[in-house]
């Protein structure tokens, strides 16, 4: 198994992205990633979505997608 290093800023982003979605992926079926600031927040505040939690877990792939994101 290869070891993936991600050593610009642009990559580090896009990992955070990820994990921010993965994270909703985890609240919209009733559990939490981490003890903090919730992932449907963040995503919220940052890039200024607004919905249930399914609609911004939408809108936020279609911005990944359209950012060049592979989503699987």
Not at 16 to 23: A, E, Q, V
Not at 26 to 49: A, P
């Amino acid at each position: 198994m290869g070891m993936i290093c991600l050593d610009t800023p642009e990559q580090i982003q896009m990992a955070r992205y990820l994990t921010m979605r993965s994270g909703l992926k985890l609240e919209i079926q009733g559990l939490r990633l981490s003890r903090g600031v919730n992932c449907y927040k963040m995503i919220k505040d940052t890039f200024g979505l607004k919905g249930s939690k399914q609609k911004v877990l939408e809108q936020f792939e279609q911005l990944l997608t359209e950012a060049g994101v592979k989503l699987t």
